[in-house]
């Protein structure tokens, strides 16, 4: 290794002065008092005034209008068990607890907010605080009354616009309304619904800030960074004459002027956009503002010079340096002095793009040769998964996948990596597995990864390249001990033991998390029950692998009695194993058509296809008919199973039993009605294509009976762990509700857009951040659900349909993940499945070549005559 040695810095030899926390927190509080920094004492807008007021001191460049601000410890004398009764009220209708028009309960709380008594305290300690800075003149002077709530103008939440500003306020009995008008503007329908939707608390402390008014020549707004695009060497001004209310809300076109940064921190003066500014705010002598009109000379020229426009813009950026980030400057100038009137931090300044969000839970590569697949976990998982989704899917299965690698002895990269997920790996939310690290657990060229390739791809791979980055992740050539083969066997023969037992264990699982009353207690339960379900998830990895390895022998065997692989194995193989009955797969559209067909036999397909769905489900629920029987016992045997059923965010058909409903009217009548009897094994062997010897039948008669078992037994462990995951939905469900009915979440369906570290700091925070990103993977994740992947990718994934417009260039792959695929991974038959855009590039009466082995489908030229 080389490089430099680091040197720590020197520490400062005196500690920086801190603010300290005041023991009681006064009612009111000037800007020149340390306590009006803390913004749990004067909220967003009080305490950033506080902290300009002490730069001001500090750069002697501008000036801060003076002022004091009501604290939250008035708001909260302020509060009557009236007001907090009709705000109780309010709350419950807002989180869905009690039916009311949420409107109209907003009108009544500020109704009585607005026309409370304001308690004597906290008049003369507002009388006292602005006596002592304006002296006895205070009745003459004019005050902008602002709303301060906690929480508001910070990085993550603005709430800008959503409370109310009282401008021009003159005398104390004017300021006493305005400041019970601040309060009672936090519970306006908008203001509510803008907290709602951020999972704030409806009656937010909150504080008013009571600010002289200055008669500003020319007032408006500075970005530090590009409002649109966040360039942080863009600096932007707005401005217009008069009072900057006319910018901040939008009411007229301003002038834009825009300045440079350089590399060396010079500011260069870039543009200036003379905006259609025709009116303007300016205040009266009586009190209040008035709008007045400005005349064609003035509104075409820039209100505010390039020289001034520069001072503006040296001074923000020691704002910016202050606060040690990009800043929303409220601005206003007279005879030539800066008054800065507020700061604020730009919202979205670090926002995400689609890019970054669709990537944000992709796995990291191992290598830029690595090569990743879709298939058999695409069958399970189609489509893109929840974040919720993946974080439970990820953790479970990698804990069990490394914990059963450590049991027999295995120790390669795939499950000894720190960094890395195991098994099965995002990428655009959709779930996949490396396929190099997988074949080589047994070696690279041995009957087991052979096995392996012919459960999860339904055939025996032949790239060249993928075989010889496997060769490179093989640790050599694969050796077994004695332990390892007494293990290996008593699992291909024993790999089912017990799981019977385990499914009356899942079954009959208590589900306490489902007990507590409160958000917290359900996600401290639902954690506490993490391991729980591992034995369900074993019982999968278990069943699946010696499945294979029965599914390897039988195909060993047909593969030395042909003396090679062709298509004639395959089709054996496929013949052997289709033959299988009662997989729980296979189970599951069987049990729905007979239930189907009884409807038919009840009442007939016209009737029930002609019912409305929720009709068709009363009818089933409630009917004495062999039909409605059928039905209530296919729900409570399949109740848990659903698409995407892996995914806790998943709605189930017993949670949802209009949506069986709805499959159930499609496939009223369709029935054929020939179901086949299972064949004997000779009269099997009498349709097999690959000649066989008489010991390599009577091996076969023992093998096929096993290899029957495996599938069926990986089936039912697959729903087994299904059942598992549906219980932990069921306790993700019971989270969301209760975190609605908290005000912690906007819609219970926002928790499956949330990992379990920000479900933690919600409960803890009610950080506004946390709900807006959840929001925007929610509107990303109906982008990311229709991505389709070709079988096997190598280097990063991407989908084939990413960009729609370009589907002409694509290169067309079989994408495995189709349903179809399951039977034929299933059965081993070859097959291609969901072309993606075939429909493009094939015509009805086009020569094709068809490669079920390879995956593809090519079109030839026609034929010469």
């Known amino acids: 290794m080389s490089g430099e040695v680091y040197k720590e810095p020197k520490k400062p030899s005196k500690p920086l002065p801190s603010l300290s926390f005041p023991e009681s927190v006064p009612l009111t509080v000037q800007f020149t008092d340390e306590a009006s920094q803390f913004g749990e004492i004067s909220g967003g807008k009080g305490s950033s005034l506080g902290k300009l007021t002490q730069l001001s001191k500090e750069e002697k460049t501008f000036i801060v209008p003076k002022g004091i601000i009501v604290t ?87 709430a800008a616009g959503q409370m109310d500003t009282f401008l021009g306020v003159q005398g104390v009995n004017e300021i006493f309304i305005a400041v019970k008008k601040c309060w009672a503007s936090q519970f306006g329908y908008i203001a509510i619904e803008y907290k709602r939707r951020n999972g704030q608390v409806l009656n937010s402390p909150m504080a008013v800030v009571i600010q002289e008014m200055v008669a500003c020549d020319v007032s408006g707004v500075l970005f530090t960074c590009d409002p649109v695009t966040n360039n942080p060497s863009v ?84 704002i910016e340096r202050f606060y040690k980030s990009s800043r929303d400057i409220e601005w206003g100038i007279l005879d030539d002095e800066i008054y800065i009137l507020q700061s604020r931090p730009v919202t979205n300044a670090t926002a995400e793009t689609d890019h970054e969000i669709k990537h944000e839970f992709d796995a990291p590569l191992r290598s830029e040769s690595e090569y990743f697949t879709v298939a058999n976990v695409g069958e399970v998982m189609p489509g893109a998964t929840s974040p919720l989704g993946i974080e439970t899917l990820t953790k479970c299965f990698s804990n069990v996948l490394k914990r059963d690698a450590f049991e027999k002895g295995i120790v ?99 589900l306490d998390f489902l007990k507590p009353k409160t958000a917290k207690e359900t996600f401290k339960a639902i954690l506490n029950s993490c391991s729980d379900f591992d034995e369900a998830v074993h019982y999968h990895m278990q069943c ?54 009884q409807i038919v036999k009840d009442i007939g397909k016209e009737k029930f296809s002609s019912m409305s769905v929720e009709e068709a489900l009363e009818w089933l629920k409630t009917s004495t008919s062999t039909a ?3 039905f209530r016992q296919f729900v409570n045997r399949h109740g848990h199973r659903c698409l995407r059923e892996f995914d806790v965010k998943s709605i189930t058909w017993g949670m949802d039993p209009k949506l069986l409903v709805k499959l159930l009217q499609n496939l009223a009548g369709t029935s054929k009605g020939d179901t086949k009897k299972e064949k004997s094994i000779d009269a099997i062997f009498s349709e097999l294509n690959v000649p066989l010897s008489f010991m390599s039948k009577c091996y076969l008669r023992f093998v096929l009976p096993q290899c029957r078992r495996g599938v069926r037994r990986r089936e039912f462990s697959k729903s087994l762990t299904i059942k598992c995951f549906d219980h ?26 949330l990992t379990y570290d920000e479900i933690n700091d919600l409960l803890e925070t009610r950080s ?15 982008v990311v659900q229709n991505y389709k992947f070709p079988e096997i990718m190598k280097g990063t994934p991407k989908p084939v349909n990413e960009e729609e417009e370009s589907a002409d260039t694509y290169e067309f792959i079989a994408d495995l993940t189709m349903k179809g695929a399951v039977v034929s991974r299933e059965y081993g038959l070859p097959c291609v499945v969901g072309l993606q855009g075939a429909t493009k590039k094939f015509r009805t009466g086009d020569y094709v070549l068809l490669d079920g082995k390879k995956g593809i489908l090519q079109r030839l030229p026609e034929p010469e005559e």
């Open 412 to 510: 390669d990269n795939l499950f000894q990596s720190k960094y890395f997920l195991t098994g099965i790996l995002p990428f655009f939310n959709n779930m996949m597995i490396t396929v190099a690290e997988m074949l080589v657990r047994y070696g690279l060229n041995t009957p087991r990864s052979k096995g392996f390739m012919i459960s999860v791809f339904g055939r025996i791979l032949d790239d060249p390249d993928l075989l010889e980055y496997a060769s490179h992740k093989a640790p050599g050539e694969f050796k077994s001990s004695l332990m390892s083969d007494l293990r290996y066997y008593k699992e291909l023969f024993f790999f089912d033991y017990g799981i019977e037992k385990a499914k009356k264990k899942f079954d009959n699982y208590h």
């Open 768 to 782: 506004p951040s946390i709900i807006s990103r959840a929001n925007y993977r929610k509107r990303v994740f109906s």
């Open 72 to 158: 939250t410890s008035a708001y909260k004398e302020y509060l009557t068990p009236e007001i907090s009764h009709a705000i109780k009220y309010l709350e419950d209708i807002a989180y869905g607890n009690e039916p009311g028009d949420l409107q109209e309960a907003c009108k009544e709380v500020s109704y009585i907010v607005e026309n409370s008594m304001l308690p004597n305290r906290i008049c003369h300690s507002i009388i006292e605080d602005l006596k002592d800075i304006f002296g006895d003149e205070v009745n003459y002077y004019k005050f902008a009354v602002r709303s301060s709530a906690t929480g508001e103008d910070t990085s993550a939440m603005s």
């Open 728 to 753: 932990w939905r069921q306790g993700f469900r019971h989270l969301a509700k209760l975190m609605v009915s908290e005000g912690r979440l906007p819609e219970e369906d926002l928790l499956f857009f």
């Open 235 to 318: 600096i932007t001004i707005t401005a217009n004459y008069g009072l900057g209310e006319t910018v901040v809300s939008g009411f007229v076109e301003p002038d834009t002027i825009v300045l440079r940064r350089k590399d060396n921190g010079k500011l260069e003066f870039e543009s200036v956009v003379v905006g259609s500014k025709h009116q303007r705010i300016v205040m009266q002598d009586s009190g209040g503002t008035v709008i007045e009109d400005i005349d064609e000379d003035t509104k075409s020229q820039s209100c505010l010079s390039s020289e001034t426009a520069e001072r503006l813009g040296k001074l923000a950026i020691k």
């Open 544 to 597: 699946s692998e010696n499945s294979s390895n029965w599914n390897m022998y039988m195909f060993t065997t047909l593969c030395d009695a042909k003396g090679n692989f062709d298509t004639d194995v395959y089709s054996d193989f496929a013949s052997l194993l289709a033959t299988s009955s009662d997989v729980e797969s296979a189970n599951v559209p069987q049990a729905m058509q007979d239930v189907a067909d």
């Open 628 to 630: 409605g029987f059928k």
